[in-house]
């Protein structure tokens, strides 16, 4: 069955430093994506970063990294310099191709809180 | 752009009544998603549609309803509410993915629905 385990339910870091936050998967599907979104306190779930299964390189949004490593099914999220405003909880996802189509579903963890220490 | 609106934002049902939850998106994506977030937890998947008059079940579909009869709206419906539906709901959407590419998933602000 497919999994997402972030096994930090909190973090914390203080300002202008990094941080990583854990994610392992499961799936015996060779085609997927991960993902990781933010979810501040106002509730919104905002899209940071994205990596799929073929691609070679590790994925880059601006402060956001995605360390890929395929073989020990671990996709973890990289914040560099944080900032007060990275404080809200980071929830890594997967999503699967659905053969003869693509649906797409995301099977989320349940979560890590990072805390941004000034 | 707009992206993806839901309605209400808030609300409160007595046990046993319905409601509708509003989801429309302006991308002109033909998915479209419904997921519910317990405190605490991560999303999980209620229905799903991959384009007008198509929807599916995902994970967790008991006890609601959906319908698809435009690319731009995916209603959520709950016919007789329980305290067990006390949650945070999600609607999203995303583009088609071509080639097997999984697009990504953009979220509405959600809607709190407390059942009492």
């Known amino acids: 069955a497919q999994k997402i385990t972030q096994t930090q339910p909190g973090m914390f870091v203080q300002e202008k430093e990094a941080v990583t936050l854990d994610c392992t998967y499961d799936t015996s599907d060779p085609s997927y994506g991960l993902f990781w979104y933010k979810q501040p306190s106002s509730g919104e779930m905002i899209f940071l970063i994205y990596?799929?299964?073929?691609?070679?390189q590790n994925a880059t949004e601006g402060r956001y990294s995605l360390n890929f490593q395929k073989a020990r099914k671990s996709a973890n999220l990289v914040i560099s310099a944080s900032q007060l405003g990275d404080s809200a909880m980071y929830f890594c996802a997967m999503s699967l191709r659905n053969y003869g189509g693509s649906q797409g579903n995301l099977i989320f963890g349940k979560g890590t809180k990072l805390s941004v220490k000034p | 752009n707009a992206g993806v609106t839901q309605t209400p934002k808030f609300r409160i049902l007595k046990i046993g009544q319905s409601m509708t939850l509003q989801c429309t998106q302006d991308?002109?994506?033909?998915?479209m998603y419904w997921y519910r977030q317990d405190p605490g937890m991560g999303l999980k998947l209620i229905y799903y549609s991959v384009g007008a008059g198509i929807t599916d079940k995902g994970e967790v579909p008991n006890g609601y309803n959906v319908s698809r009869s435009t690319t731009e709206d995916f209603p959520l419906r709950l016919e007789l509410a329980a305290p067990s539906q006390t949650s945070v709901y999600f609607c999203a959407s995303s583009s088609m993915a071509s080639g097997g590419a999984i697009d990504t998933q953009y979220f509405g602000p959600g809607t709190r629905l407390t059942v009492l």
């Open positions: 991308m002109n994506h033909n998915y």
């Open positions: 990596q799929g299964s073929y691609d070679q």
